[in-house]
């Protein structure tokens, strides 16, 4: 067990990185208020902070490797992943990759989706730790992290850059995967 309790985000990255982000209303359908993390790449200094910021949370949780949730998922994971010297793996939506797979249907607010991951990349005793830039419900999450179980993987923890935190996404993943930290940087 692996206790990161002590690990507490540097709050003057916090600042920088909630004052980045642009809010577009009503994209891409009426009611969302679409969170735009393109400011937050084209920075580079920014980002370098963020990757390390996540790496350091991977590191204190014991992750043996990373999962990034497509598509803006893989754009923090892979440099999450070279940080560390991890293997990363991604997480895509239905169709996309070839050979065996795990996968896993999650309910949207109308309809479903799946997730896929690639079985060879998932081995019992991995701790996998799953990045993604927004946490809205928890659902796409939740669907890789069963995935990740389902083969025999442990979920190390969760990060993502913002949580919006009136949907409690962050309390569905820690009711489901206790032993997980979820990592929010930004809480919104
Ligand atoms: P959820 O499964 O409800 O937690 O939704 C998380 C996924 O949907 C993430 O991959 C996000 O990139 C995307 N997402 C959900 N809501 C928003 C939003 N308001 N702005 C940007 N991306 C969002």
Redesign the pocket.
């Known amino acids: 067990m692996f206790d990161d309790r002590s690990y507490s985000v540097d709050p003057d990255l916090q600042k920088t990185l909630a004052e980045a982000f642009d809010d577009h209303i009503d994209f891409p359908k009426p009611g969302?208020?679409?969170?735009?993390i393109c400011p937050v790449l084209a920075n580079a200094e920014l980002m370098r902070r963020l990757v390390v910021e996540t790496a350091a949370q991977a590191k204190a949780c014991g992750a043996t490797k990373i999962i990034g949730?497509e598509s803006?998922?893989f754009l923090l994971g892979v440099p999450t992943a070279l940080e560390l010297a991890l293997p990363f793996v991604p997480a895509r939506k239905k169709g996309k990759l070839p050979g065996e797979l795990l996968r896993q249907t999650y309910a949207l607010e109308y309809g479903e989706d799946t997730v896929e991951i690639q079985r060879r990349a998932v081995n019992s005793g991995d701790r996998f730790f799953v990045v993604?830039?927004?946490?809205?419900?928890?659902?796409?999450?939740e669907a890789t992290a069963l995935c990740l179980q389902q083969a025999g993987a442990e979920v190390a923890g969760f990060s993502f850059l913002l949580e919006?935190g009136f949907?409690s996404?962050a309390e569905k993943l820690s009711g489901a995967f206790p032993r997980a930290p979820v990592h929010s940087i930004v809480t919104v």
């Not at 993604?132 to 999450?141: F, K, P, S, V």
Request: aromatic content about 4%; charged content about 25%; hydrophobic content about 50%.
């Open positions: 969302i208020v679409f969170k735009d949730i803006r998922g993604d830039d927004l946490i809205a419900t928890g659902g796409t999450a919006l949907l996404g």
